[in-house]
Structures are given as C-alpha cells and as structure tokens.
C-alpha cells in the first residue's frame, strides 16, 4: 500500500493541540486485515515528506502526536513515533517538550542561516582585499583551492549510493557528491546483493533512497560490519509535476515505469497533482500491456528509465517524462553527516572493484 496520498484522517492540531478538523487529503491511511503488510515507517515518512514537500504541512504547523495520529490512520503508534524519530534527526521536524512535534523544513537557499549570510560576507570583503592588493583572479582562485583542499580534503569517506537503475543511481551519486564535497560511487541494487560483505568492507556510509531503504536494511542485517546507511528523499522534478497539473480534467492517463516498486509513488504523485485523471499502469517489461495501455490513453506518463521505449511506441501520443532528484533538505542533511561521521579508511584500500 502506498501512502504518500493517504491523509484524509491526519488532522492538523489547532492552537493548544485541539484538532482543527481540517484535513489533508487522499485516500485514508489505514491497517487493516484486508491489507497484505501493515504500513511501514518508511511509508509514514514517505506520506509525510510528500505533504512537506507540497506546502501542506508548511514549517510552524504542528503536526498530530503519535497517539492522535495512530488513532485517525489505524497505524501502529510505534511505528509512527519510529517515523517522527527519523524525520528529526533528518533535520525535518523537531520535538519540544510539552509543546509537540513541529515542522521545521524550509527549502535550502544559499543564504538560509545567520552563519551562511557571514560567511558570503567575509568571501565578498576577502576577495576585495585580494583585488585592492593587485592579485590576479586566477591567483584569488589558487589561494581559494588550496584553503578547500586543506580543510574539506582531509577526510576519506568513501560513500556509495543505491539504486534500482544505473541511469538514477549515477544522477542522484553526482547530487550528493557535489552537496557534499565527496565522490559519491554509485553501484546498482542487483550488483550490490551479488557481494554484500565487499561494498560493507569498502565503503562506511550507503545512501539509498527511501524505496529501498528497508529492503537494504534487512540484507545487510546478518552482516557485522558498522556502516552508516543513510535514507535519501527524491522529489519529482517541477517541471514534470507542471505537465502533470497542466493535463485536461478527467484524461485517460497511463502511468508507465521500469520496476514494479516505483508504480505506487508514481500513481499516488500523479494523483496528488492532477487528481481528476483517470490512471492506469503498467511496467514496461511487458510489451502486450504496454501496447495496450498506449492504445486506451490520451496521455502517457513514463519514468524517465521508460522513456525512451515509451516514446518510441507511442507514435505521436503524448508522453511527459517524470525525473527525479534528491530533494533538498536530504543533501544537506547527508552533507552534514559526511562531515561529522569523519570516517577513515586504510589509504591501501584498493580502488579498482569500486570503480568499474
């Protein structure tokens, strides 16, 4: 069950944590013994990350306590509180106690902290110092490198970042890599179960996005190795979700991706921005369905994996291609663990496997 669209029960608390009534929308977000597997926390975080990343729980609001919410939703309050835990320490909400659990994400903006503000200050006076004393722009960006090397080289964290699909693996590796300053080696899911115990031997911090987070969780369970694995967020590209909302009311709409664990969030996105549209699906690995999803459908939303054999068996029908990117708010909160963690490794360790 997918549930990045399924608020309709959460209430957001008015002043004093009294329910508003006020509700968010979707299809309820409920256990029942109807459903094949009881909703995850990483569902819960997905559900919530998704109304953040929409405005809808803007930073301020206060969000339900984990009691409230188990009791609109019908999911475990342990689980949510896991959900709630993981989403603090991800930087996007924050506990005070006796008050609540409060939004505290705001898009990342070059100048977003005190701290940011005086240090584009002091480049902006150094850099005229530089300029006053007769040095060249090639000599200010010598004297500038050689300052990043001193102080952000030291570290050897070798990181890596999971994917399903080589094509995003590379995209969301070079993200991360430039918010943080490292080389970030992207390696495929398919090659990653093949030797486990290499890539925890290897590497000291995985990324994977929040699809498969639980499912690398449990593979490298049975393994005794400390490695950090952090849970990355991506968001749809707005560019993407402005086709999306654009599409006329009540269009026949196909939803087409590459693997079957990308299908819920790319139904409940398109869903959540253009809700009129009456949605099918299929992946496409099968041909016949494909085939026969193109001929039903006025429109076509592929991935951007599917894309290019989508286009070319749709003829002249129209498909919007959906890209993805690490959102925001988890680049920087990878940065932050990258340069914290401090992580060493043996200057011995061969790098020819890795890099292959």
């Not at 002043?15 to 995850?40: D, F, I």
């Not at 990483?42 to 409230?68: M, N, S, W, Y």
């Not at 968001?235 to 299908?263: E, F, H, N, W």
Request: charged share 20%; proline share 4%.
């Amino acid at each position: 069950m997918d549930v990045k669209d399924s608020f309709q029960n959460v209430e957001k608390p008015g002043p004093g944590g009294k329910s508003t009534r006020k509700r968010v929308g979707g299809p309820a977000l409920q256990e029942s013994p109807t459903n094949r597997q009881p909703v995850s926390s990483i569902q819960v975080e997905k559900a919530l990350l998704h109304r953040i990343a929409k405005g809808e729980f803007k930073k301020g609001d206060q969000l339900p306590t984990c009691r409230v919410f188990s009791q609109q939703t019908g999911v475990n309050k342990n689980t949510v509180s896991k959900a709630y835990r993981s989403l603090e320490e991800q930087g996007y909400l924050q506990t005070l106690a006796g008050k609540g659990t409060f939004v505290i994400y705001e898009p990342f903006t070059s100048d977003s902290t005190p701290a940011i503000k005086t240090f584009n200050e002091t480049i902006n006076q150094a850099v005229w110092q530089a300029k006053a004393a007769g040095m060249s722009r090639e000599q200010v960006v010598e004297v500038f490198n050689n300052s990043l090397q001193t102080h952000y080289d030291h570290t050897k964290v070798r990181a890596m970042l999971l994917e399903c699909n080589a094509k995003e693996a590379q995209l969301f590796a070079d993200e991360l890599g430039s918010a943080a300053g490292i080389e970030v080696h992207p390696v495929v899911m398919t090659e990653f179960v093949t030797d486990v115990n290499f890539y925890l031997q290897h590497y000291d911090l995985i990324s994977v996005t929040l699809n498969h987070l639980s499912e690398v969780e449990d593979i490298i369970k049975p393994y005794d190795q400390e490695v950090k694995v952090i849970g990355v967020n991506t968001a749809v590209m707005p560019d993407s979700l402005l086709q999306i909302a654009r599409l006329p009311k009540a269009s026949k709409t196909g939803v087409v991706c590459t693997y079957s664990t990308t299908v819920a969030q790319m139904l409940g996105t398109v869903q959540a921005y253009n809700h009129s549209l009456a949605l099918t699906a299929c992946l496409d690995s099968d041909e016949e369905e494909l085939s026969q999803l193109i001929e039903n459908v006025d429109w076509i939303v592929a991935t951007q994996t599917s894309y290019e054999k989508v286009s070319r068996m749709a003829g002249q029908k129209p498909v919007i291609a959906v890209e993805f990117k690490i959102d925001q708010q988890s680049q920087v909160f990878f940065t932050k663990k990258v340069n914290s963690a401090n992580y060493r490794l043996p200057d011995s360790v061969s790098k020819t496997r890795v890099l292959s």
